[in-house]
């Protein structure tokens, strides 16, 4: 009888992936080093690290198998590739590097997009005053998230941030260079600090940018299960907005939640000052929001310009000329208006240019 095994690949090693089964083998054995079957290949379906697989062909004395089924996935992140990604963390710190409110903005909104859950990390917290990260910590709360102040030098809020992430599932963790995620995986992994071993925070990045990723068990918080795998991944340094203008509201919690209440007056609403908008102009991200809405429209509006030019342009006496979308029209003069609007209310944040790093 061919023995069959389930089990979640935790890392891609060139043709291999390294399998960890649901119950161990003769002898105690946990992981297999599985090759993929032709069948698997020819079905164009690549295997991730997070995906669930069932092995035959099993040599127990070797250590070696290989994959014959891939279980469907509930999710996919592509950067990096990992499937079934229960929960992202968003790392940042405030000072070294600064924290830029609308980098921040993005990655959420970047972590938002995977539908799972979000926590949001604020690490290097020994190095600003107590009292400005406890005001970083209210501010979050307003923009609908529980933030955690972390400091992997020190210590501080490790084993809160253990505790959180100590559910069954895949974690995530990505954020800005040199914030501190390296250092804080190494903290709450000690898998991966004993391969890292001495190495400088530089190289580690290095590292990251050169290996396949892989998933770490996390050392289980006091009284839980080992349960959480972390990839060994900064995951995306990138963040990119939604395609959809109309889908940006949803990645931003106090949007969401207000608007599951409250309907605004226009269903296409900006939720930038327009009349009847249920967000008035009082929360903290207004601003914030309208950067990141504008970008999103203007990728939209060059999308569609590049799908159909000649639908952007209308007949002239003299030729052809640009023909503006009236639904543009109308944006550009609210948009004129809410910009005095920011101004007077002092809403108008310093903001630094989107994230161009890595
Ligand atoms: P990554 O690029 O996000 O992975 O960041 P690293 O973990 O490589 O850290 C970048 C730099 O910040 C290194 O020089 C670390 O020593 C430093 N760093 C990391 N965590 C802390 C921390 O908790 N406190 C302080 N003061 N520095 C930290
Ligand atoms: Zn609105």
Redesign the pocket.
């Known amino acids: 009888m061919v023995e069959r095994r389930h089990g979640l690949v935790v890392a891609l090693q060139a043709n291999f992936c390294r399998v960890a089964l649901d119950a161990p083998g003769p002898g105690g054995i946990k992981h297999l080093l599985c090759t993929r079957r032709t069948r698997l290949g020819k079905s164009g379906l690549q295997i991730c690290v997070g995906d669930r697989v069932e092995v035959d062909g099993i040599d127990w004395v070797a250590g070696r198998a290989a994959v014959v089924a891939l279980e469907p996935r509930q999710t996919l992140l592509t950067r990096p590739a990992v499937a079934n990604v229960s929960r992202v963390v968003v790392?940042v710190?405030l000072v070294?590097p600064t924290l830029d409110p609308l980098q921040l903005c993005r990655f959420l909104a970047t972590a938002e997009a995977t539908g799972v859950p979000v926590e949001l990390v604020l690490?290097?917290?020994?190095?600003p005053p107590a009292e400005t990260v406890q005001a970083w910590l209210e501010r979050l709360e307003t923009w609908g998230y529980a933030a955690l102040a972390?400091?992997?030098?020190?210590g501080?809020g490790l084993e809160c941030l253990r505790a959180r992430l100590s559910q069954p599932g895949i974690v995530v963790v990505c954020?800005?260079?040199?914030?501190?995620?390296?250092?804080?995986?190494?903290a709450l992994l000690p898998a991966l600090a004993l391969r890292v071993g001495s190495v400088?925070?530089?190289l580690?990045?290095g590292r990251?940018t050169t290996r396949h990723v892989e998933l770490f068990p996390l050392a289980p918080a006091p009284g839980q299960a080992e349960l959480a795998l972390i990839a060994d991944s900064?995951g995306f340094n990138r963040p990119e907005l939604p395609a959809d203008p109309q889908a940006l509201a949803s990645l931003f919690p106090e949007l969401r939640w207000r608007l599951a209440q409250q309907s605004c007056r226009f269903s296409n609403c900006r939720h930038q000052g327009d009349p009847g908008c249920a967000m008035g102009t009082d929360w903290d991200r207004y601003a914030l929001y309208g950067q990141c809405l504008r970008e999103v429209e203007q990728a939209a509006l060059h999308a569609q310009r590049s799908r159909s030019p000649a639908a952007g342009l209308r007949q002239r006496a003299g030729g052809l000329e640009p023909r503006l979308d009236p639904g543009l029209r109308r944006f550009s003069r609210r948009r004129s208006r809410q910009q005095l609007d920011a101004d007077g209310s002092g809403l108008g944040e310093a903001l630094s240019p989107p994230d161009r790093e890595d």
């Open positions: 790392v710190s070294e690490a290097k917290a020994d190095l972390v400091s992997s030098h020190r501080d954020g800005p260079s040199g914030v501190g995620k390296s250092s804080l995986l190494n400088s925070g530089r580690q990045r990251h900064p």
